[in-house]
C-alpha cells in the first residue's frame, strides 16, 4: 500500500514537472516571437473611427488592417458576425486575423449585457467605436468608465466583471496562447446555451484564419530562401 503511494506521488510529480516544463517552454515562445502587429498599433487605427457608425467603421477598419497585413486579414467573404455566450455575457463577434499568438477582431452586443471577463493566457485590449462598458477589476471596490475611443486593458492572468450598454461595438486584439482562451469562449457553449452550430461556426471560421496564416507563413519562407540563395 505504501509503495503503491509513493509510486503514485512519483507518477503525479514527473506529470507537474512536465507541464511546468511545457508552460516554461511556450511562455519563451510567445516572448521571443515576432507577432504581427500590437494592441497599441490597432488601438491608434481604431480611435480615427470611433465615434462612427460601427458598420461604416468596420468597413474602413477591415479595409485599412487588409492594406498594412496583406495575407493575413480574411477576406471579406470567409467574414461572418457569431454570437458568442461566454461568463453569463453575450456579444457577436466577427474575426479577422487568428494565429496561435495573436488575433483581432470585432466584438460588441446590441443589447445589455453583463458577466464574467475571463482569465487569460493572453494580454488583450479593447478600443471602443461606440456605446460605453464598465470594468470592476478584481480587488477594487469601484468599476472604471470606458466609451467611444477608450481602450480597455484586459492583463495577462488578470480578471473583473464586464457591463455593457446596448449597442457597444469595439475592436479586440489579443496576443498570448490563444488556443487556450477557447476554453473560456466556448465554456457556455458546451454546459449552457448547447448551440453547436455557433460552436461550428466558431470552430470554422478559427481553422480559416490558421490555414491562412499558414499560407502566409510559407510564402514569406520562400521569399527569404530565394533572396538568401
Known sequence: MWCCS???????????LLLCFLIFCIQYWLNK??????????AVLVKKYAGLKPKVAFEKIGTVLRRMYPGHILPE????????????????MCLLHASLTEYILFFGTAVETSGHSGRYWANISDTLISGSMKQ?????LEAHDYN???????PMGNVTAVFFTADTWMVEYGRGFIPSTLTFALADTFFS???FVTLFYILRVYAKALFLEMNASMDEWREYVKENL
Open 136 to 140: 470592476w477589476r478584481e480587488g477594487e
Open 6 to 16: 509513493v509510486s503514485c506521488l512519483h507518477s503525479t510529480v514527473k506529470w507537474v
Open 193 to 195: 446555451t448547447t448551440d
Open 148 to 154: 467611444a475611443g477608450d481602450v480597455v486593458p484586459h
Open 77 to 92: 467573404e470567409d467574414m461572418q458576425w457569431i454570437f458568442m455566450n461566454a461568463g453569463g455575457w453575450m456579444g457577436s
Open 33 to 42: 516571437k515576432e507577432h504581427l502587429t500590437s494592441g497599441d498599433e490597432v
